[in-house]
């Protein structure tokens, strides 16, 4: 994939966030990009007649302020926490990556960026959160990362530092960032936070090259897990989604074979399984825009508002892939969606 930073040839800003230091300091990063003022986000990020995959060819960015509510319960299609204070927010919208199986090119209408800029707002409502919890023996688990990829934009904007160093302040809480990106060496510096979860989504080599080609290759990311392990940073690893292709279980059990042979899979927090599933409007949006992947042509079960491989086949997959996943790690460090 090109320099995330040749895709902005131009920048929309809404015209509320112009003293924001988010702000200040992309229009110093971006000084030669065309500005453009805005009254609001959606003015643009939700223009009828957009072609999301061209977009994603040639991203722009847009800087926003985002309103309420800034803090979401989890959605379904995450695995259990062990707590009921589970939540996600939005500090961005979209990812700059691009891969197939992604549910964002059915839930928005576009492929640019949006980024809020005012990040106090979204920080203070977890604590508000953290405050007034559903469990106040349970922690509470935000993932920030949730509909974007943070840490791949770090050499953007500090992201990932900004919400690392504001949960080495909170008692009580646990920030996860979910990341493809190998760009760990952008936060190195900073102080190992333990309540912070670096979550990396890594995949067999056949899949990352048939459906995960805009990101960075399989063996940078495991190169940025092992310098995150070493570097003593809690690490989750997330195969997830497990895609049923065509010898399955051998694509999988050999590449968890592989992987455990690099990691110390002893430093590791846990690991989550889950197989391909996705909200239902989302997938029949992504299907009306022609899209060309196998993965939105085949045979799928609908269960409630939920299009994913039928439970049969996906209980047995992911029985045999735990199994597996157990010669490496004790059972309670798998967790699973079913």
């Known amino acids: 994939m090109k320099s995330l930073q040749n ?9 509320n966030v112009a003293r924001y230091p988010l702000t200040d300091l992309v229009m110093k990063k971006f000084s030669e990009r065309k500005i453009i003022w ?8 939700n223009r009828v007649g957009q072609d999301f995959q061209s977009q994603k060819t040639s991203m722009n960015l847009i800087l926003a302020k985002k309103t309420p509510p800034f803090l979401y319960p989890a959605s379904d299609m995450v695995q259990e926490f062990d707590t009921p204070n589970v939540f996600y927010n939005t500090p961005v919208l979209n990812c700059i990556y ?7 090119q059915g839930m928005y209408p576009s492929g ?19 405050n007034d919890p559903i469990d106040p023996l349970k922690p509470t688990v935000v993932s920030v990362s949730y509909n974007t990829d943070l840490l791949a934009m770090e050499n953007i904007m500090p992201l990932t530092r900004s919400w690392v160093e504001y949960a080495g302040t909170k008692k009580d809480l646990i920030i996860e960032i979910r990341t493809k990106s190998a760009l760990f060496p952008a936060i190195k510096d900073l102080d190992v936070i333990k309540n912070v979860i670096l979550s990396w989504t890594l995949s067999p080599q056949i899949i990352c090259d048939r459906y995960e080609y805009t990101a960075p290759p399989l063996k940078s990311r495991i190169r940025a897990v092992k310098q995150a392990l070493d570097h003593g940073w809690p690490v989750r690893l997330c195969f997830d989604p497990v895609l049923l292709v065509d010898n399955w279980y051998e694509v999988y059990t ?23 599933r996705m909200n239902k409007d989302y ?7 022609d899209t060309k ?33 157990n010669n490496f790690l004790p059972i309670k460090k798998i967790l699973v969606w079913k």
């Open 7 to 15: 895709n902005f040839s131009h920048i929309y800003i809404e015209k």
């Open 283 to 289: 997938y029949n949006r992504i299907r009306k825009r």
């Open 98 to 104: 691009n891969c197939e199986y992604c549910f964002l």
């Open 293 to 325: 992947s196998d993965l939105y042509y085949r045979d799928y079960s609908v269960e409630g508002n939920t299009v994913a491989v039928n439970k049969k086949e996906r209980v047995d997959a992911l029985h045999k892939l735990r199994s597996h996943l």
């Open 38 to 45: 805005i009254d609001h986000y959606k003015d643009i990020f």
């Open 112 to 130: 640019n960026l949006v980024v809020f800029v005012n990040e106090d707002d979204l920080k203070n409502a977890i604590d508000m959160k953290l």
């Open 254 to 276: 050999e590449f968890f074979n592989q992987l455990f042979l690099e990691i110390q899979k002893d430093q590791l927090i846990d690991v989550t399984l889950g197989v391909f």
